[in-house]
C-alpha cells in the first residue's frame, strides 16, 4: 500500500506549457519535501513545506501544502526541457519519524 | 568529502551471489540512510543508522539483508544469496541531525548502486 500517492506518473509536454503534479494520502504529516531525480543520480532536495496551507515559490515551480497537511501539489509554469526528471513527494507521517516516498512523476518536456 | 559516494556503481551479479554495497556519508552527518528503488518507483525505507547504533532495520525485505555502520562512518549493505527480485537501485542518505525526524532534515542522497540479478 502506497502511503503517498502522485499523479499523473507520467506527463509528456510541450516546452512553455504549464503542468500539476499531486501527491495526496489518507494520513497526516508533518512535513512534505518534493525531490527531483535524474537518471542514474540520487533525489535532490527542491524544497521542504511544514505548515498546512504553505505555498512556497522557487522559480518558476510553486509548492503548496495542502491545510490538513494530507497532500501538496507542485506546479511548475512554463516548463523548460531542463525541467525533465523523476519528481517525488516524501513526508514524515505524524505517527512516525521515517521519510516515505510517493511512487514518483515522470516528466518529459519535449523542445 | 563533498557528498555522498557510493561504491559500486553498477553491479551485476548471478542469483545466489553475495554482494556488499558501500556508502561513504558526508563527514560528521550522524544519520544514515538505505534506501532500495524499484525501477520507475520511489525509494522505499530499509534501514537507518544514527551514529553507529542500527535504530531500525523493519524496512529490510528478508534475513539475507545486512547493513552495518561498525565506526558511525562508512556504511555496508550486505545481500546474500541474491534473488531476481533485489534487482533495484540502492540509495545512501546521510543528514548531519542525529534527529530521527527525517523531515526536518535535510538528507543528501548518493547516486546509489544499480543492482542487477541474471
Known amino acids: 500500500t502506497q502511503l503517498l500517492e502522485q499523479s499523473p506518473q507520467f506527463l509528456s509536454i510541450q516546452e512553455g506549457e504549464n503542468l500539476t503534479v499531486y501527491c495526496n494520502s489518507s494520513s497526516v504529516f508533518s512535513s512534505l519535501q518534493w525531490y527531483r531525480q535524474e537518471p542514474g543520480e540520487g533525489p535532490v532536495l527542491l524544497v521542504t513545506v511544514v505548515t498546512g496551507g504553505e505555498v512556497k515559490k522557487l522559480k518558476r515551480l510553486t509548492f503548496q501544502f495542502g491545510d490538513a497537511r494530507k497532500d501538496s501539489s507542485l506546479h511548475i509554469t512554463a516548463a523548460q526541457p531542463g525541467d525533465t526528471g523523476l519528481y517525488l513527494c516524501?513526508?514524515?507521517?505524524?505517527?512516525?519519524?521515517?521519510?516515505?516516498f510517493g511512487s514518483g512523476t515522470r516528466l518529459l518536456v519535449r523542445p | 568529502g563533498a557528498g555522498v559516494s557510493q561504491s559500486p556503481r553498477y553491479k551485476v551479479a548471478k542469483r545466489g551471489q553475495d554482494v556488499a554495497l558501500r556508502c561513504d556519508p558526508i563527514?560528521?552527518?550522524?544519520?544514515l540512510f538505505w534506501y532500495q528503488q524499484a525501477l520507475g518507483q520511489g525509494p522505499e525505507f530499509l534501514t537507518y543508522?544514527?551514529?553507529?547504533?542500527?535504530?531500525?532495520k523493519s524496512g529490510l525485505p528478508s534475513d539475507r539483508f545486512f547493513a552495518e555502520r561498525p565506526e558511525g562512518s562508512v556504511s555496508t549493505l550486505k545481500i546474500q544469496r541474491t534473488q531476481q527480485e533485489d534487482s533495484a537501485v540502492y540509495l545512501c542518505?546521510?543528514?548531519?541531525?542525529?534527529?530521527?525526524?527525517?523531515?526536518?532534515?535535510?538528507?543528501?542522497f548518493g547516486a546509489g548502486s544499480r543492482l542487477t540479478v541474471l
Open positions: 542518505a546521510s543528514s548531519e541531525d542525529g534527529r530521527q525526524t527525517a523531515g526536518a532534515n535535510v538528507l543528501t
Open positions: 543508522f544514527q551514529n553507529e547504533a542500527q535504530l531500525d
Open positions: 563527514s560528521g552527518h550522524v544519520s
Open positions: 516524501a513526508g514524515v507521517p505524524d505517527s512516525s519519524y521515517k521519510l516515505i
